[in-house]
């Protein structure tokens, strides 16, 4: 997700979302040609829209879907951040071998605390000490400046038919694709995440039920009701673990960050009901409704205060459903649900598409000799969901890193710390809905999704460069959250909001826009 | 009725004493409580932690899974040994050179003095930028060796005022004495001038040894190969990257956790105790080594 998707959501967690601005001027390239892999049937069919394939078990006896070997015997060096603890060494880590062996070519990692990311990309480019593959989380200033120095052109590999060779990665959506192209070239192969990294607002349904309050609002009016309803401070029980500025947005119909209407861009922040909905959310604040430790809080904290039954509601990504509900199994009575943001006044309100990709991973410049072997190797990697390839790199060697419970792959404990090694964020298939024996689970959200996506609304800049954007993007955006905040606590009026999207728009509002434009009427030609 | 009198000052009434009293108590159990919440937390059970909201001062039971879940495959295990390494060969060779250094910038009479202790300052008031200091230590082939841990913060510069104030403070006469007994400047500063800085050695001993032990930047910029990470660095991934232990954004399970609180505490305990053991041995040339150093010029 951009830094500027991330308003409205004043607090993200570290993960989840990469960071990347999706690239620049994609219509210039040739985006590799889709090719829908025909695997499994989904037990829940997903929808072109976006609706997620669900799957009740994982599907019995996987077929192989790759020949060979796609390795040349020489280890490919990696630089990826750590999705959680590292992992045993290759040396101690059954996993990691078998991996290495299936591949063919030992994956060389080296893993970095996603908090550090920024500076060992920086120091490791400064350095030239760049491996065969890395990933890049974050935006660096001038992105495609760097990409054309360091990373290979995939373009001749990649563009049109030529990923046919590769049908994995030819199964990645083209929307995902728009992403790792910057400048017109294929930089990269993107790490696709579907709608997951949209952002809902939870629902604690079992309490809610305790409380008699199940009605789902129809109006802010009706959520703001609901709210005042189940908020007991002296049973240490909020409404909003914190204020879910997005669903707030949505309910007041506001452009997910940029809109575009005949090649004019306009940004949610001059939107004409952004006032109304920065007064939704001081009303919320000044009810009392939110935990009144969120603001000096995190999500990691926000999904404590969920589980715990602190707070009712939580606005978090789409993609953290499955913990919650794998947390809720030692809950007793858990049940959870999400609904779209009804319109602020009634009728609907909107659904903000997060980013179709994690992050991409970029192949050095230097290792051009290798990127046959390099992209095979990916290929494999990305093996869909319900194949046997995508079974070792999810779960591990059976018998030692999982047990079958019918089809269903258990992890163990070695497989629990083994599996760690799995590089997620090197590439991946399409996101899918699969909860180990969680079907009503798997149920509950395929339904919430079908109910979001219609009213789904795209980021217009998605696809696009802006300099400006990648420079002092992010800077402007905090001056405006720090904004928000005071307003919305009451610590200045709504009408600051003004004289705020002034200052944004000289300091760099008004450049994006124009650069957005001109990348948007590029493209248009293109 | 009189008050009692002690050291010539009358004792305090009652209720200041209380006060007193109450006032220190309160401000042990800030310093007293977390750290016991830490540790109750750590041994508490998931269900107990998740009730509370993720600190418990008073577990119902003790179970250890917190630690051994942090304890298997090895990782930590091995890292704990790389760490004491770093921190014992890091210690001495600080100290080594720092007290040469701190001894030869002590000699008024040493050719450049001034323009050295220029130098030392100068890198207290700048410090090289991270990529600098990075190309640095690639250009010494350091990269992905333990030595990266040692070399580029071997050296502090507060530390060699702190010692050459010091062994300013050694009287002259002392010197000049084993000089006419035929000491050279090695011997006066191994037999004369090093037995009598014990206290300010154990002080910035441990000041060096507290920083090589908690460092984890250098390891994250320096290695790539993780099996080399010390510990701070491979419990960073468990603190900072706020995933559950083995539940990252993995698999069909794509999604991105709290970090388990017993974890977490399990993680500070072991990062915390290893330090906590070697202060009391220390403690006592703590005041006095910091205050012999600090004002004498």
């Known amino acids: ?526 | 009725m009189s008050r009692k009198i002690i050291d010539g000052m009358p004792a305090p009434a009652m209720g200041t004493r209380l006060l007193k009293g109450f006032i220190l108590l309160l401000i042990c159990a800030v310093v007293i409580v977390p750290f016991i919440g830490i540790i109750s937390t750590s041994v508490a059970s998931p269900e107990q932690v998740n009730k509370a909201g993720g600190f418990v001062l008073f577990p119902d039971s003790v179970q250890w899974s917190a630690y051994a879940s942090v304890l298997s495959g090895g990782v930590v295990t091995r890292s704990l040994f790389v760490s004491a390494g770093i921190t014992v060969v890091g210690t001495l060779l600080s100290l080594t050179v720092t007290s040469m250094l701190g001894w030869a910038l002590s000699r008024r009479s040493m050719v450049g003095n001034k323009f050295m202790i220029m130098l030392v300052l100068f890198s207290l008031l700048f410090t090289p930028g991270m990529i600098p200091t990075y190309l640095m230590v690639k250009q010494l082939g350091m990269l992905d060796s333990y030595w990266a841990l040692i070399v580029p913060t071997m050296v502090s510069g507060f530390n060699v005022i702190v010692m050459r104030s010091f062994f300013s403070g050694i009287p002259a006469e002392l010197i000049d004495a084993a000089r006419m007994d035929g000491a050279g400047e090695w011997q006066i500063f191994r037999r004369i001038a090093l037995p009598l800085s014990k206290a300010v050695m154990a002080v910035i001993g441990l000041f060096y040894a507290v920083g090589y032990w908690n460092s984890f930047f250098n390891a994250m910029l320096y290695l790539s190969d993780s099996a080399k990470w010390p510990l701070q660095l491979v419990l960073r991934t468990y603190v900072v990257n706020g995933t559950q232990l083995g539940e990252a954004d993995l698999g069909a399970l794509d999604a991105v956790l709290p970090p388990e609180p017993s974890i977490q505490m399990a993680i500070l305990v072991i990062a915390i105790v290893p330090i906590l053991l070697v202060y009391p041995f220390l403690q006592k040339h703590f005041a006095k080594g910091v205050m012999t150093g600090a004002v004498k010029g």
């Not at chain 1, 591949?103 to 990309?121: F, H, I, N, Y």
């Not at chain 1, 989380?137 to 400046?145: A, I």
């Not at chain 1, 290929?379 to 019918?406: H, K």
């Open chain 1, 1 to 526: 997700m951009g830094v500027i998707a991330a308003f409205g959501a004043p607090l993200l967690t570290a993960c989840g979302d990469g960071g990347i601005p999706a690239g620049a001027n994609a219509g210039n390239a040739s985006l590799p040609t889709f090719v829908k892999f025909p695997g499994v049937t989904a037990d829940l069919p997903g929808t072109n829209a976006g609706v997620t394939d669900g799957y009740f078990t994982y599907p019995a006896n996987p077929p192989k879907t790759t020949t060979g070997i796609p390795g040349d015997g020489k280890p490919i060096t990696v630089m990826m951040p750590a999705a959680g603890a590292i992992p045993p060494a290759p040396d101690q880590n059954a996993y990691a071998q078998e991996l290495n062996k299936r591949l063919g070519s030992e994956l060389k990692v080296a893993w970095t605390p996603s908090a550090d990311w920024s500076q060992k990309l920086a120091t490791t480019i400064a350095g030239d000490q760049l491996p065969d593959v890395f990933n890049l989380l974050n935006e660096t200033p001038d992105f495609p400046s760097m990409l054309e120095a360091k990373a290979l052109d995939l373009t001749p590999y990649l563009a049109g038919d030529a990923i046919k060779k590769y049908p994995a990665l030819a199964n990645i959506p083209t929307e995902s694709w728009r992403g790792a192209v910057f400048n017109g070239k294929i930089f990269g192969l993107p790490i696709p995440r579907g709608i997951t990294t949209s952002r809902i607002l939870y629902r604690r349904e079992d309490i809610l039920e305790q409380l008699g309050a199940t009605a789902v609002p129809t109006s802010f009016a009706e959520f703001l009701e609901l709210c005042e309803t189940v908020t007991e401070p002296s049973k240490n029980r909020w409404a909003l673990a914190s204020l879910p500025m997005t669903f707030v947005q949505e309910m007041y119909q506001l452009p997910n960050n940029w809109s575009e209407h005949d090649g004019a861009f306009s940004h949610l922040f001059e939107h004409e009901n952004m006032k109304a909905a920065l007064e939704a959310g001081r009303q919320l604040v000044a009810a009392k409704v939110v935990n009144p430790d969120a603001f000096a809080s995190a999500q990691a904290q926000y999904k404590k205060w969920f589980d715990a039954g602190t707070a009712v509601m939580v606005e978090d990504s789409l993609s953290a459903w499955q913990g919650f509900q794998r947390r809720g199994v030692a809950i007793p009575g858990f049940k959870m649900a999400a609904h779209p943001a009804p319109g602020a006044d009634g009728g609907s309100g909107s659904f903000w598409l997060g980013d179709p990709n994690h992050s991409i991973t970029a192949i050095n410049k230097k290792s051009k000799d290798r990127v046959e072997t390099i992209l095979n190797v990916f290929n494999w990697l990305a093996s869909p969901f319900g194949t046997e390839e995508d079974m070792l790199r999810q779960y591990g060697v059976e018998g030692l890193d999982y047990e079958l419970d019918g089809s269903d792959p258990i992890l163990t404990d070695q497989g629990t710390l083994e599996i760690k090694a799995n590089p997620v964020y090197l590439t991946g298939s399409p996101a899918t809905l699969y909860i180990s024996q969680g079907e009503d689970a798997v149920r509950a959200r395929h339904d919430a999704e079908e109910a979001l996506v219609p009213l789904a609304v795209k980021d217009a800049s998605n696809g696009l460069y802006s300099a400006t954007a990648s420079r002092t993007g992010a800077q402007q955006l905090k001056s405006m959250e720090a904004l928000q905040n005071d307003i919305v606590q009451g610590r200045k009026p709504v009408s600051a909001w003004d004289a705020g999207v002034k200052d944004w728009q000289g300091k760099a509002g008004d450049k994006m826009r124009s650069e957005y434009e001109e990348a948007f009427a590029q493209l248009k030609n293109a």
